[in-house]
């Protein structure tokens, strides 16, 4: 039998090659598309500055909802029509190139980052997530939220970032007490929302397409007819639009 530290070293190499493997996968569907000669023009409303809510890098990694960070931050990112890219994190900044192999696909090259100590452990994990998702890209999607616009990103790897042409307000706080449970599940969903109303619920597969939606009865849904993986719940609100990532098994 091997040592427990032997063994947890093994498990985490596992980890980081499994990761390195989707991500290599992920950059060669993106290449094949493009040399198919599919690139097309992306969204002009992709050109202007957002505001990052969310991000997880990888079902393995850590989510992050910008409104829960202490000391608070306003990280963004910066979009211009030559197709480059900036923002900022916590304390540090980074940039970079976008490519666009077709017209749902961003591609990112040239990604660096400056590499300042942000005096808070939170922040400095925070960047680590934020900065490795930004170094890749994947399929996103622009939505409309009110008078604002949403910008959500999603990779192969069931990493995800969303962003807002606008800040959040006191309202869009009040969306993280909305609660969904259990996750794992075969077959029931759980929604506490309080005094939020909820208008409709949507039920997002692995690869961004709509799998069910609901538009009653938001206590509860079930789940046991969709396959296993993992999926995105988006919970349309009168303050906003919440995602909420569960599993099905």
């Not at 829960?68 to 923002?87: A, K, R």
């Not at 616009?149 to 309202?171: C, E, K, M």
Request: net charge negative; glycine share 6%; charged share 15%.
């Amino acid at each position: 039998m091997l040592p427990i530290g032997r063994t947890t070293h093994i498990l985490t190499v596992a980890i980081k090659l499994k990761t390195n493997i989707m991500k290599n996968l992920l950059l060669l569907f993106l290449i094949l598309i493009s040399s198919l000669g599919y690139a097309q023009e992306p969204n002009p409303e992709l050109f202007q500055t957002w505001y990052l809510n969310f991000v997880q890098s990888s079902d393995l990694g850590t989510p992050y909802e910008v409104s829960e960070i202490e000391p608070s931050i306003t990280p963004n990112l910066i979009i211009l029509e030559d197709y480059t890219f900036s923002g900022d994190g916590a304390c540090n900044t980074f940039s970079g190139i976008f490519e666009f192999p077709n017209a749902e696909t961003i591609q990112s090259s040239n990604f660096s980052n400056s590499n300042d100590d942000c005096d808070t452990e939170e922040h400095n994990f925070f960047e680590n997530e934020y900065f490795s998702f930004m170094q890749d890209g994947g399929f996103y999607e622009i939505t409309q939220e009110g008078s604002g616009l949403v910008l959500t990103i999603s990779n192969a790897i069931f990493g995800q970032a969303v962003f807002r042409n606008f800040t959040l307000s006191t309202n869009d706080f009040d969306l993280n007490s909305i609660q969904i449970y259990p996750s794992p599940s075969s077959d029931l969903i759980f929604v506490q929302s309080k005094n939020i109303d909820i208008d409709k619920i949507e039920i997002i597969n692995s690869i961004g397409q709509l799998s069910k939606t609901i538009i009653s009865n938001f206590r509860s849904f079930d789940i046991s007819d969709l396959p296993v993986g993992v999926y995105l719940i988006k919970i349309y609100t009168q303050n906003g639009i919440l995602n909420k990532k569960i599993v099905k098994k």
